[in-house]
Nanobody
């Protein structure tokens, strides 16, 4: 089990950028996949970006090259650089620790979330 704490959310205007961070309570080097999910009001939680412990990444179709996920196993952190934000990116963003692979995973531990609000 690992505790995850997100930070970096906030309010920005459309076209702006944010960098989300997730700090883990222990070493993440053995965690197969880490990722970011988001949930908008009234909608299901959906995957945004995943990265495995080889550094391979996978993104949701809606990302379209705007976001970059990275993990630093030495610092036990996960980050998400988000550029060209639009109002549809508004929601709570959650960090997750998962077992499996980028395409078939089970996420067991979640952070509390950080709010991202993008105004037009």
């Amino acid at each position: 089990q690992v505790q995850l704490v997100e930070s970096g959310g906030g309010a920005v205007q459309a076209g702006g950028s944010l960098r989300l961070s997730c700090a883990a309570s222990r070493s993440i080097s053995s965690i197969e996949v880490m990722g970011w999910y988001r949930q908008a009001p009234g909608k299901e939680r959906t995957p945004v970006a995943m990265i495995d412990n080889r550094g391979d990444a996978r993104y949701g179709n809606f990302v379209k090259g705007r976001f970059t996920i990275s993990r630093d196993d030495a610092k036990n952190t996960l980050e998400l650089q988000m550029n060209s934000l639009n109002p549809e990116d508004t929601g709570s963003y959650y960090c997750a620790s998962c077992r499996g692979s980028l395409t078939l995973r089970q996420c067991d531990d979640w952070g509390q979330g950080t709010q991202v609000t993008v105004s037009s």
